[in-house]
């Protein structure tokens, strides 16, 4: 078993839809969550990071993480085509400081 | 500012052949990390460095690999001699401090190393 799991998709929505991206995790050691983008031939880019249970919103994007259940969420509202991108989860166990666990990334498409 | 950079962006090299990807990190920058995606699979974790230290290095596949950061600034990693399953994208990233308490700042990562194995 993955210790994260992430649907690759390809997800399609049309442009101002609410998009839901989620992960799921077996290794209640992780502590740390964070969303990366990934746009085409470029690297990860941190987009939120969160400690805790509980919603972290940015502007248009909402992080909800649900300890309990090991499930983490991305919500982008109002979404655009320059949201087009593969997005990952990313996790941090608290014992080791650095090393990211990656899901394996779901790939969005905003269309006009 | 500078952000990571990697070099080169493409390599296509025959089995049996050695192949060193090179990683700038962000200056001032005492965490590097390496990763490597193979085609389908998830972002996998091979070796941190702290300054010219080599942190943790449990995700390095065998000993075909072989990471150094000499002087703490750019990091190489070598593979030789390279096989087929050695294809993918080698990404590296950096961070100002790795902090206590299992805290960790922001990793940077740079645009990857296309590297195909023939």
């Known amino acids: 078993q993955k210790e994260v799991e992430q649907d690759p998709g390809p997800l399609s929505v049309p442009e101002g839809a609410i998009v839901s991206l989620n992960c799921t995790y077996s290794n209640s050691a992780f502590q740390y969550f964070m969303w990366y983008r990934q746009y085409s031939r470029k690297g990860p880019e941190l987009l939120m990071y969160t400690y805790s249970s509980g919603n972290k919103e940015d502007g248009r994007f909402t992080a909800q993480v649900d300890k309990s259940s090991k499930y983490i969420s991305l919500f982008i509202r109002d979404s655009q085509p320059s949201d087009s991108a593969t997005y990952l989860c990313?996790?941090?166990?608290?014992?080791?400081?650095?090393?990211?666990?990656f899901g394996r990334g779901t790939q969005l498409t905003v269309w006009p | 500012e500078a952000g990571v950079t990697q070099f080169p962006s493409h390599s296509v090299i025959e089995k049996g052949q050695t192949v060193t990807l090179r990683c700038d990190p962000i200056s001032g920058h005492d965490n590097l990390y390496w990763y490597r995606r193979v085609m389908g699979k998830e972002i996998k974790f091979l070796l941190h460095?702290?300054?010219?230290?080599?942190?943790?290095e449990s995700g390095m596949p065998n000993n075909r690999f072989l990471a150094e950061r000499t002087g703490g600034t750019y990091s190489t990693l070598k593979v030789q001699p390279a096989e087929l399953e050695d294809s993918g994208v080698y990404f590296c990233?950096?961070?100002?401090?790795?902090?206590?308490?299992?805290?960790?700042?922001?990793?940077?990562f740079g645009p990857g190393t296309r590297l195909t194995v023939l």
């Open positions: 990233a950096s961070s100002q401090v790795a902090l206590p308490g299992g805290k960790t700042d922001t990793q940077y």
């Open positions: 990313a996790m941090i166990r608290g014992s080791t400081l650095g090393r990211l666990y």
């Open positions: 460095f702290v300054k010219e230290s080599k942190q943790d």
